[in-house]
């Protein structure tokens, strides 16, 4: 019987944005902080600068030469943590209103998040 692509009917909801400073909690790559550049929600991977780099190998096109190029790959979102503003240490993120408006903030600091 054959595997059946699931398809989910929505996107779930990140406790990261692209932006975001954030540090790497497990993997070759432990301990290395970088910015979100972009964000998979749907396969909840993200890809953090700097973090989980990987060679490819690029056929040349009329526009680009080809041969190996270093990128940065996807990184599952469980192993990224929100760095904290003021101490730049792991950090969990809450919520709270502020003028009206909901921010973000850190639990370790107190501090708001961007």
């Known amino acids: 019987m054959a595997a059946k692509n699931k398809v989910k009917r929505f996107a779930p909801k990140l406790h990261i944005r692209r932006g975001d400073k954030v540090v790497v909690l497990a993997g070759d790559d432990k301990g290395k902080t970088g910015e979100v550049l972009q964000l998979f929600p749907d396969k909840n991977r993200a890809i953090v600068e700097g973090v989980n780099i990987v060679k490819k190998h690029v056929k040349a096109t009329q526009n680009e030469e080809g041969g190996i190029q270093e990128m940065e790959a996807t990184i599952h979102v469980s192993n990224l943590a929100i760095a904290d503003p ?19 903030y850190s639990k370790k600091s107190g501090n708001i998040i961007k």
Do not use: D, Y
């Open 86 to 104: 003021k101490s730049g240490e792991a950090t969990r993120v809450g919520r709270r209103n502020e003028n009206g408006k909901s921010v973000r």
